[in-house]
Each structure stands twice: as structure tokens, then as C-alpha cells.
């Protein structure tokens, strides 16, 4: 990474180094560090940070996991933009080019998985795998005659159609056009 904000640890500029893809803009660029920060802030409470630089370093899936606090709504927000946390951290370091959360998979091995719904999500990148997403069967729709009619069949019958409560003309007046004209 070519341009790193003023003041980064250390630790935020070796992990950034091994950020994958590229950054198109300087907002991306942004992003990015914004994110690892946060998560080295999180790290360093729980010594997480050498693990991840090892997952990460080594592409190991046999590395322990690498946990930060679940959210109540599962997401993280960083920098304006919510996204869930393994999600965003496989982008980062393993597919910059996923799409959703649905493209990934934990390993076995994971204990604290974002889909086990635990206090604690593990963010290792290498926990995950990405499976292609099912593809949806096509949608069949009913083709329409050529001709649509201009407007609605005139009914006959209201009886039918109009509640007993109510008083409704049983013979509209109507104009040239077959549309009830109102007084």
C-alpha cells in the first residue's frame, strides 16, 4: 500500500501490506486502514494480532481463531459503512472480489464461526471458504395474447359485485367512450 495515513502502528501497516487487490481510489485506500485499525484495536486486548499475521502469512486454515466481540446486529461499522465482520476481513486479505456473505463457508476447525452465532466471531480469513453461491432456477412468465384490451369488460350484472348495504345505480349514465360520467 502506497499512501498510509499519519500515525499507524505498526502492526496496522505489516497487515495492510498483505491486503489483497487493488485500492482503486483514495477513499478505498481509506477504508481499508480505517478497518484493519479497528481491528487491531480489538486485538490487542485479547493478543490476537500475531495469530491473525500467522493465518495470514502462513494461508493457514489450521491456525487458531481470531475473535472480536459480536455486535447486536451482527455487523460491524467502520468508517460510515456497515458490513458483517468475516465478511469484510476475507475481502480484504483473501477475495476482494466477494460479493456476499453467502459465498462463504467456515472450515471445521472454526469454534467461534459467524454462523454459530456466538458472543465471539472469528475474523481469521482463512477460517472461511468460499463456495459458489446456488443459483436460482429460472422464473417462467406467462406471455400475454397480443392484443390487450383497451379497457376492462363492461359487466352486465353488479348485483354480484356490490355489497347489499350499499346504494349503488344500477344503470350508469355513460359517454361515447364506455366511461360512467359522474354529476
Not at 463456495?131 to 400475454?144: A, C, D, F, H, K
Not at 354480484?160 to 354529476?183: I, K, L, Y
Request: glycine share 4%; net charge negative.
Amino acid at each position: 500500500m502506497s499512501v498510509l495515513l499519519f500515525g499507524s502502528s505498526p502492526s496496522v501497516k505489516r497487515l495492510l501490506e498483505l491486503k489483497k487487490g487493488p485500492d482503486t481510489t483514495e477513499e478505498d485506500r481509506f477504508w481499508a486502514e480505517k478497518a484493519v485499525k479497528s481491528l487491531v484495536k480489538k486485538l490487542k486486548k485479547s493478543g490476537g494480532i500475531e495469530e491473525l499475521e500467522k493465518a495470514i502469512t502462513a494461508q493457514d486454515p489450521n491456525t487458531k481463531c481470531v475473535t472480536i466481540p459480536r455486535s447486536l446486529d451482527g455487523r460491524l461499522q467502520v468508517s460510515q459503512k456497515k458490513g458483517l465482520p468475516h465478511m469484510i476481513y476475507c475481502c480484504l486479505w483473501r477475495w476482494p472480489d466477494l460479493n456476499n456473505h453467502h459465498e462463504l463457508q467456515s472450515v471445521e476447525n472454526c469454534e467461534f464461526s459467524f454462523n454459530l452465532k456466538k458472543e465471539e466471531v472469528c475474523v481469521n480469513p482463512f477460517h472461511y471458504i468460499r463456495v459458489e453461491p446456488p443459483e436460482l432456477p429460472p422464473v417462467m412468465v406467462p406471455r400475454i395474447g397480443t392484443e390487450i384490451p383497451e379497457y376492462p369488460p363492461m359487466m352486465e350484472d353488479y348485483s354480484q359485485t356490490v355489497p347489499a348495504n350499499t346504494d349503488f345505480p344500477m344503470e350508469p349514465p355513460f359517454c361515447s367512450s364506455g366511461v360512467a360520467v359522474v354529476d
